[in-house]
C-alpha cells in the first residue's frame, strides 16, 4: 500500500510542478500582451482564451498533490482535542464526501467533453481551440485528483484496520501545529542552503 502511494504521491508532486509552469507561461504571455498593447498598439490575439484554459487545467491537476501536503482546507478548531476514534471517523467521512463530489462532478464534466467532441465544438474565437483539448486535459486532472482521493481513502482505512494509527494520522489527518512548524523550518533550511 506505501509503494502505491508513494507513487500516486510523486505523479501528484510532477503535475503539481507542470500545472505551476503552466500558469508562468500563462502570465508571461499576459504580461508580454499588455506591453504590446500599450507599447506598440498591438494584441498578437488569444492571450485571455489561453490563460483561461491554463488556471482550469493547472487547477485540477493541482488539487492531487493539494491534497497529500494537506493544502485544502479543513476546521481543526475541533479536531486536536477530539479522542483517535473521532479524528478516524472526520478523516475518512471527509475524504468520502470529497472523492463523492468528485465523482458527481466528473460525472457531469464528462458529459461536457463528450458533448465538446460529438458536436466538433469549437471556441468561438480567433484561434478557434477545439473546445476537447482543453475539456479533457481539465477532465483527467479530475480524475486523477479522484484516483488520488481514493489512495488516500484506502491507505486510511487499510492502516486503521491494521493498528497502523501513525500512518494514517499521517496520511489524512490534519497537521498539527508543531507538524506545521517543522515543515515550515524544514523548507527554510533547504532555501539557505541547510545553514
Request: overall charge positive; proline content about 2%.
Amino acid at each position: 500500500m506505501t509503494g502505491f502511494i508513494q507513487k500516486t504521491e510523486k505523479i501528484s508532486q510532477i503535475a503539481a510542478w507542470c500545472s505551476g509552469l503552466l500558469l508562468f507561461l500563462a502570465a508571461l504571455m499576459i504580461g508580454v500582451e499588455v506591453v504590446l498593447r500599450k507599447v506598440f498598439t498591438f494584441s498578437m490575439g488569444g492571450a485571455d482564451e489561453l490563460s483561461s484554459y491554463a488556471l482550469a487545467i493547472s487547477c485540477t491537476w493541482g488539487f492531487s498533490f493539494a491534497l497529500i501536503k494537506k493544502s485544502h482546507v479543513r476546521i481543526d478548531v475541533l479536531y486536536s482535542r477530539l479522542p483517535r476514534f473521532a479524528r478516524s471517523f472526520l478523516d475518512i467521512t471527509a475524504h468520502l464526501l470529497l472523492g463523492l463530489y468528485i465523482v458527481v462532478l466528473s460525472y457531469f464534466a464528462f458529459f461536457v467533453l463528450k458533448t465538446s467532441i460529438v458536436k466538433h465544438s469549437a471556441a468561438n474565437t480567433p484561434l478557434s481551440t477545439p473546445m476537447w483539448i482543453p475539456q479533457g486535459l481539465w477532465f483527467a486532472g479530475l480524475l486523477w485528483f479522484g484516483f488520488t482521493i481514493f489512495m488516500i481513502l484506502a491507505g486510511t482505512i487499510y492502516y486503521r484496520l491494521n493498528g497502523k494509527h501513525e500512518i494514517a494520522d499521517r496520511l489524512s489527518g490534519i497537521s498539527t501545529l508543531s507538524e506545521e512548524i517543522q515543515e515550515t523550518a524544514e523548507l527554510g533550511d533547504k532555501a539557505g542552503g541547510g545553514k
